[in-house]
């Protein structure tokens, strides 16, 4: 997709150079593409008097490593969650390498692992039974489930703690067991919902790696980050998503230009602030 340019500023709610939310969805202008890793036509979902996504298409080429950004309440959750299973669409359509989520839901997410942002895991588990758990969920024999385990256990650095109950582990230690439960069936899709935030550097480091490796298989990875220098160093792809619409989206270099991917960003989402209104907030205007 060719990158859009920034939108006309609109009027309030959302972001302020977000194109108005239209009061109905449009039709979509062409149909999922079946090659596609993921492909999203028209999703449309609205919360109450709340519009958050707003007729998002985009695709997903298979083997890309793609990027979502977009500044908070953008609805990039919202977008990757109807694209999963995790939230049946107003509208719109989502496929996975071709399959229908919303018709053929089962055959879909075979396809996919899912790292949800902020949904609970099983936390009365240990790392070691909530891995093998989600393998077993997922239909693999027990030796299978075992290996793999002991390999993802490494792979996240959480052999150590593999017989601690989920519930006490780090926010960081959570978000690698649920990747861990993420990966056991070797999906051929990769949908990770702010995978590196909390994660310490080292294992950021070591997830990075695992998803690389991942995608020179022939994987297809799709991450939301807020860290645009991040995204632009390990994406081939971005969308740059605010107040429900893809503002951008295609090769990382073909969305950033001749800037950084995080000048681009604040150009097309606009919001910086001067700081003015908190002028009581510095120390040398205050008065007592
Ligand atoms: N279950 C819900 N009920 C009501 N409003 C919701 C719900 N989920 C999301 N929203 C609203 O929809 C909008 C998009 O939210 P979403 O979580 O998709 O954004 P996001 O881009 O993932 O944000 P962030 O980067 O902060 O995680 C926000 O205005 C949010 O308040």
């Not at 949908?191 to 020179?216: H, K, M, T």
Request: proline share 7%; glycine share 10%.
């Amino acid at each position: 997709m060719i990158p859009l340019s920034a939108p006309t500023p609109a009027g309030p709610p959302g972001p302020a150079t977000a194109p108005a939310a239209p009061a109905a969805p449009a039709a979509p202008a062409a149909p999922p593409d079946p090659s596609a890793a993921l492909s999203l036509r028209g999703l449309w979902k609205r919360f109450g008097q709340k519009i958050a996504v707003a007729g998002v298409d985009l695709d997903v080429p298979a083997g890309s490593f793609y990027g979502l950004v977009g500044p908070n309440g953008a609805g990039k959750t919202t977008t990757l969650s109807m694209a999963t299973g995790l939230l049946r669409p107003d509208f719109g359509v989502a496929t996975v390498l071709g399959t229908d989520m919303w018709a053929d839901t089962d055959a879909a997410k075979r396809l996919l692992g899912v790292l949800p942002d902020g949904v609970r895991l099983f936390d009365r588990l240990t790392g070691a039974q909530l891995i093998t758990y989600a393998g077993l969920l997922r239909g693999l024999d027990r030796e299978t489930v075992a290996a793999r385990a002991e390999d993802l256990l490494v792979a996240m650095d959480l052999v150590a703690d593999r017989d601690t109950f989920v519930v006490d582990y780090s926010a960081g230690m959570t978000k690698k067991v649920a990747l861990a439960a993420a990966l056991i069936h070797a999906p051929r899709v990769l949908v990770l919902d702010e995978p590196f935030e909390a994660v310490d550097p080292v294992s950021a480091a070591n997830i990075r790696d695992i998803l690389r490796g991942y995608v020179d298989d022939g994987g297809t990875v799709v991450v939301s980050s807020h860290v645009m220098d991040l995204v632009q160093r390990m994406c081939s792809h971005v969308a740059v998503v605010a107040g429900g619409h893809v503002l951008a989206a295609g090769t990382v270099d073909e969305v950033r230009g001749e800037q950084s991917l995080e000048d681009r960003f604040v150009d097309l989402v606009g919001g910086r602030k001067d700081g003015e209104g908190l002028a009581w907030l510095r120390s040398s205007s205050a008065s007592s």
